[in-house]
């Protein structure tokens, strides 16, 4: 790891000062962050450390649900008692997120941004596409573990497991900026490669994720969140799927299936979601459900066995989020 | 002095942790200045942290980590590092009162919080409830991972007093333990909250073998085992005969290891933990490429980097299979590179940051030349060469199949040949044939310590620290290396976080650190990171094996034909061993076994080497044979081992079937693939064949002092599997005395010299010279005391803490006061490894073990519900120890059937998963419960009569798994891992 400055404001002002220059990261739980820096996968001059940041902690309710600061650890939004009631999915995915100990440590907000997992992307042996090197090497090369939609460019994974959940329950982030605030869903929030390769998401230099809020929709909605990684022990997901329900009795009157693992950015799968509007959610509509999810999908020479993979977990997030448990 | 805790220092580079000359400068939001944020570094600031309870002040950059600076600038090195990258938890520390991983934080961050550290959870010297219960409950093998694994269970008993064993698991659910000790800390984590411990047996049979009586001694009567009675045939000079352990006062009871409190306090010390003064950190080179001719290195610019000590050059080769007959370079000044992460060149610096930034500055020039990594190109005769001559290869390779002189075409060597009779005309009489092609993958020894040395080169004589599992195999072949008398050369692994067969000799890293230690005339630290231990720890090489059996309507095994290609990278050994030709012997055979060179980093010895491999072929091939013939696979199995052609004790491995098959209700066995529903539930067996290998360099010394202290000393070392305790329970038993009185001195070649550990022989060779030194050393004493007891020595005993003469219980003393009789300071007895005593041949040792899956057709994931394994075991010295040991083996097995596989990228050669992130081990969710029988069996041929377990606790599992997959789903899977891509693939293709 090369030396670095180290820089603690303590208000969202101050801090924002200090991103705007050239050469800075941020810092939350500093997870990612970390693994990239002993990797030299990143060389900045100087961490802006947001850990004594006011604005960007807590998690409180107001009027369109909970709004939650970017410094909120997995831990706290797993063990959140609203979250597990009402935003169950979101909750559900902290809970199966990495291990006990970075769950104590990471933060949603560096969940959100955190660079994506893909081997050759991590190693400092490979200048691959997304690092702006000319070949993604996955494509041709050991991708058992890489995107089965959208890897025409490259096939890594977005590697936010709690981007799915809050896809599905339709949360906005609040982004801050030298330039001011702007609002936008989590669903548009992520970067196609085809758009631009070297990016993740489309923060700009400078740009703080500075709060999530999780609508909590009416009493009624379910949700629920499924992983499915080779191990139940710390693991990333083979394919994971969040699922919102806004039931009317029995029937689906709207819903949200969001795929995480298998594109390059959390999918929504739409065509399943228009086949279940308006009926009611039974097994054999979730199986149908499931096997439309792997629509549209391109997987590569060593990725196949995600499709039923991601067939059986798109049925059984439904039924579980239907159940409600 | 500002009341910041952040006081930047001007000077930049500085984390060594020597002395601090230059000034501090107090900048940021230190008093007096203008409000605005702290700002430090990027050099050495001097930071206040709260660590235990007490005030510490540092001085480190802001890049240090947590961990490097609890274990570095505070001493407390019971914070181990097993990742550095927050995937094995190993590090684990109470922030707050929470646990977190001490690698993934800055220092910096943690100047406002509270730590707590393995070394202050013992409160004023008594053990926390989780530390005295990892110790009763024996939740620890080389006890690398045990603090981390200490203080999530202590945070977690914190939060929640009475935690479920669900939340057990998933509080350790991130601490990786290779030594596979999870079912024991589940056990001491529901214990230290007062709760029941989770199911799973430890049983021990008394059972005694039959025995011819060739010279009749002596012969013991202890017939009321299955096994019947043991005689043996006693040299003058050993020992008399112990009685069953029944009989004993110490020996064979469960006892908690000598080292436990030290392991779980953190106080053991590893070879990663030794710092000396003026110590220097090294590090490698490594070449990129797979394959390539280097053309020139310039270390100019490494050498006059800050704290560069001393630059070292290999030019010669260090690893890998030499050429015939070419034994030199030639005219070439470096070594061929032969794979990416191959060691080119190192620097030793005053810090390791300092190494690392100075490693960066040699330049080395590369010819690149074409490389193969994937075992089935590599045997196109078009394929890349990776040597351009025939090589051979000594011995400490990878397994089997590594026989000198063989032909080598392209880069396939071989074939080994082994064959009796005609197999082809056996094939041809076969009313029953059935052949597969079965597939393993590499596996990576992945020890929780990584390979590492510290070399200290001085005039007097070189001393090496080595996490290594033969202290006399370091010495001597760095005494070979660099022309020095055995005399000169002292190897010390006190405590060692793992070796499972990677450990043996000096390996490059040694000798490299030991030149750089020359050079510098400092000691020197060589120790791999994570990545380095994938890339050049060694590993357990691929197979592709093509089996065929043929056996009469009966089910006689007429033929077995094997061809087996595996590749162990540059390394021979990528062998299945003997198992096709041993576990069944047919009444022909032929083997043909090859090593595929790749360009990929040398295989080593890995626990069974070949020989889980071959059984996973031999016991799915014969599971499927029973199908053919209609046949109950146990049943089966009755049959061929009843062939008096076998070597195992055929009895003994009946009586293993019966247990494992009433225990897991074998009679109640769906037919495969008839459990209705997507989740479905299948009960399968394996068994496991291992040679009885004995190290006759086994010497061992017991002292008695006369202030009654006992001393056993070898330079025999503990990987992990309870040597320490085994010794001082010989001892003890010997002397009347119990373990925690005798001083075990083990893993010193300054000591007698003892066996390497490894092979399933280190306790069967040295506790026979441990208790012979014993016994003679208390013959001594009681002629040293005997006259003051008014008797002869032969008279006197020595027994429950005190010495009598035999019958006369008033004449009693305590065994210290009797001590003090003796006129001299100590009496001291050295003794070495007497032959096994005269008898029949005895082959190996058997083990059963049974495997309840649960398959989820959907999703291919295989869940092992339980593992009852049944092993032969000689005479358990101590059970608690087998157990973990056992256990551990399992869950060997277990992750290699399902989830590991190191993965190189084909267009580069290079590594893609060189982290335990990527690279996947079980963990405590993927722990069954395992259940072990331990079936005694006394041999007599040794005083002690002591078997192997290390080895035969690994073999059986894959194929036991893969056995029970295939009733579940009826589909046979014979390519490991058995991964959802494998699983779904086999279920669509029999959907098809």
Not at chain 2, 355 to 378: G, M, N, T
Request: include cysteine.
């Amino acid at each position: 790891m090369e030396s670095f400055e180290y820089a603690q404001p303590t208000g969202l002002e101050e801090a924002l000062t200090l991103l705007a220059e050239p050469g800075t990261l941020a810092q939350a739980g500093g997870v990612d962050l970390l693994d990239r820096l002993k990797e030299g996968l990143d060389t900045p001059k100087r961490l802006v450390s947001l850990r004594k940041v006011k604005e960007l902690s807590g998690i409180t309710e107001e009027a369109g649900g909970l709004r939650v600061g970017a410094l909120a650890t997995l831990d706290e939004l797993a063990e959140h008692p609203l979250m597990r009631s009402r935003a169950r999915a979101l909750a559900e995915a902290a809970l199966h997120t990495a291990t006990p100990n970075v769950r104590n440590q990471a933060t949603i907000g560096g969940n959100l941004v955190q660079r994506p997992r893909c081997w050759y992307f991590r190693s400092d042996d490979f200048h691959c596409r997304k690092k702006g090197g000319p070949v993604c090497y996955a494509l041709e090369g050991e991708n058992e573990l890489h995107s089965i939609f959208g890897n025409g460019v490259c096939a890594a994974l977005h590697a936010s497991t709690l981007a799915p959940a809050l896809v599905a329950l339709g949360a906005t982030l609040d982004l801050v900026s030298k330039k001011g605030p702007r609002t936008l869903p989590v669903s548009d929030f992520f970067m196609p490669p085809e758009r631009e390769v070297t990016k993740d998401t489309v923060l700009e230099p400078g740009e703080l994720l500075r709060s999530i809020l999780v609508p909590l929709g009416e009493p009624t909605d379910r949700s629920a969140y499924q992983k499915q990684g080779q191990r139940e022990s710390y693991d990333w997901p083979l394919v994971d799927v969040a699922v919102w329900l806004r039931l009317e009795g029995e029937t689906v009157r709207d819903l949200r299936i969001v795929l995480g693992a298998v594109a390059p950015v959390p999918r929504r799968a739409t065509a399943a979601e228009t086949l279940l509007r308006g009926k009611k959610l039974t097994e054999a509509l979730a199986q149908a459900a499931g096997a439309q999810a792997t629509q549209g999908a391109t997987p590569l020479a060593k990725n196949r066995y995600k499709l039923p993979l991601l067939s059986a977990v798109v049925a059984r997030t439904l039924l579980s989020a239907e159940r409600g448990a | 002095m500002s009341k910041d805790p952040h006081i930047p220092l001007t000077r930049r580079g500085f984390l060594g942790g020597a002395a601090v000359t230059g000034a501090l400068t107090i900048a940021g939001s230190a008093e007096g200045k203008k409000p605005g944020p702290r700002i430090l570094g990027p050099g050495a600031a001097l930071l206040r942290l709260q660590v235990n309870g007490a005030k510490s002040t540092v001085m480190v950059e802001p890049r240090a980590t947590l961990a490097q600076v609890l274990r570095d600038q505070l001493g407390l090195t019971g914070t181990k590092v097993g990742c550095d990258r927050g995937s094995c938890s190993a590090c684990t520390v109470h922030v707050d009162k929470k646990p977190m991983s001490a690698c993934l934080l800055l220092a910096v961050d943690c100047t406002d919080r509270e730590i707590r550290t393995i070394e202050g959870l013992a409160a004023r010297g008594t053990l926390h409830p989780v530390q005295a219960a990892f110790v009763e409950h024996d939740a620890l093998q080389c006890g690398f991972c045990t603090p981390g694994m200490v203080m999530s269970c202590a945070a977690l008993l914190a939060a929640q007093p009475k935690p479920s064993l669900d939340e057990v698991k998933t509080a350790v659910s991130g601490n990786t333990c290779r030594c596979g000790t999870y079912p024991k800390v589940f056990a001491a984590a529901m214990a230290a909250s007062g709760q029941a411990v989770p199911p799973g047996d430890l049983v021990i049979i008394g059972g005694h073998r039959d025995g011819d009586i060739p010279k009749g001694q002596l012969l013991l009567g202890q017939g009321e085992g299955p096994l019947g009675t043991v005689a043996r045939s006693i040299p003058k000079d050993e020992p008399p005969a112990w009685p069953e352990n029944g009989a004993l006062s110490v020996v064979g009871k469960r006892t908690p290891r000598v080292d436990g409190v030290e392991k779980v306090t953190g106080a053991a010390r590893y070879t990663f933990d030794v710092k000396l003064p003026g110590m220097l950190y090294a590090k490698r080179v490594t070449s990129p490429h797979a394959h390539a001719e280097i053309l020139s290195i310039d270390t100019t610019d490494a050498e006059t980097a800050p704290g560069v000590r001393a630059v070292h050059v290999v030019e010669t080769q260090l690893e890998g299979a030499k050429l015939q007959g070419a034994p030199k370079l030639g005219d070439k000044r470096y070594p061929t590179v032969r794979y990416a992460g191959q060691t080119v060149a190192a620097v030793a610096a005053t810090s390791p940051e300092a190494a690392e930034a100075a490693a960066k500055r040699i330049r080395v020039r590369y010819e690149l030349k074409p490389h193969v990594v994937d075992v089935d190109a590599a045997r196109d005769p078009k394929a890349p060469l990776v040597y351009p001559t025939a090589v051979d290869m000594g011995g400490s390779a990878g397994g089997g199949g590594a026989a000198r002189g063989l032909a080598q075409n392209g880069n396939v060597r071989g074939p080994a040949l082994t064959e009796h009779g005609d197999v082809e005309a056996g094939l041809r009489k076969s009313k029953v044939k059935v052949t597969g092609v079965f597939r393993t993958q590499v596996q990576t020894h992945s020890a929780m310590e990584p390979h590492g040395v510290v070399a200290d080169w001085k005039a007097s004589g070189l001393t090496v620290y080595c996490s290594t599992q033969g202290t006399n195999t370091v010495r001597d072949e760095l005494c070979t290396v660099f022309d020095l008398p055995a005399s000169k050369v002292r190897v010390i692994a006190e405590h060692m976080g793992g070796g499972f067969g990677a450990k043996f000799g000096a390996r490059h890293e040694g000798i490299i650190a030991t030149h750089l230690s020359r050079k510098a005339g400092a000691p020197v630290r060589l120790v791999f990171d994570r990545k380095e231990e994938h890339q050049s720890g060694g590993n357990r090489p691929s197979t592709v094996q093509t089996l065929t059996l043929g056996a009469s309507e009966k089910g006689e095994l007429l033929a077995v034909k094997l061809e087996s290609f595996g590749t162990g990278g540059i390394a021979t050994g990528a062998g299945v061993g003997a198992v096709a030709e041993r576990l069944y012997p047919a009444r022909s055979f032929r083997g043909a076994q090859h090593d595929v060179f790749t360009h990929a980093s040398p295989c080593a010895a890995f626990r069974a080497p070949g020989v889980p491999q071959g059984i996973f072929a031999v016991e799915g091939l014969v599971d499927e044979l029973a199908e053919r013939l209609g046949l109950d696979p146990l049943a089966l199995r009755d049959r061929l081992d009843a062939d008096e052609l076998g070597t195992i004790d055929r009895e003994a491995r009946r009586l293993e079937r019966k247990l494992g098959a009433e225990a897991m209700g074998w009679a109640k066995r769906r037919r495969p693939g008839a459990d209705p529903g997507r989740i479905k539930r299948g009960l399968g067996m394996a068994q496991s064949i291992w040679g009885r290998f004995v190290d006759m360099g086994s010497n061992a010394e017991v002292r008695i002092h006369k202030d009654g202290g006992v001393e056993v000393r070898s330079s025999v070392m503990d990987l992990g599997t309870g040597t320490r305790t085994a010794l001082a329970l010989v001892v003890a038993e010997e002397l009347g005395l119990t373990p925690d009185q005798i001083a075990v001195r083990i893993g010193d070649t300054d000591h007698p010299q003892g066996p390497a550990s490894g092979g399933s022989k280190t306790l069967l060779s040295v506790t026979p010279a441990v208790r012979a030194a014993a016994w003679h050393a208390k013959q001594k004493l009681f002629a040293a005391i005997a006259h003051r007891f008014k008797t002869s020595p032969e008279r006197l005993l020595a027994s429950g803490g005190q010495i009598s003469v035999e019958g006369q219980a008033q004449t009693a003393v305590p065994f210290k006061k009797a001590c003090a009789f003796m006129k001299t300071g100590e009496v001291v007895h050295l003794a070495k490894r007497a032959a096994d005593y005269d008898g029949p041949p005895r082959g190996g040792y058997g083990g059963v073990q049974f495997a309840e899956v649960l398959v989820d057709t959907e999703t291919g994931i295989i869940r092992v519900e339980r593992v009852y394994a049944v092993h032969e075991c000689g005479r358990p010295i101590n059970p608690l120890a087998i157990q973990s040991q056992i256990s551990g083996g399992i869950m060997h097995g277990l992750s290699w059937a399902l989830y590991e596989d190191r993965v190189l990228d084909r267009r580069t050669g290079r590594l893609l998963n060189g982290t335990l992130d990527s690279y996947k081990i079980a963990g405590a969710k993927e722990t069954p419960r395992i259940d072990v029988v331990l079936v005694e069996q006394y041999v007599g041929r040794t005083n002690t009569d002591v078997h192997g377990i290390g080895e035969p606790a690994n073999i059986a599992t894959a194929a036991a798994i893969a056995s029970a997959v295939h009733n579940a789903i009826g589909v046979r899977i014979r390519t490991l891992p058995m991964t959802p891509a494998v699983v779904l693939a086999a279920l669509a293709q029999r959907g098809a």
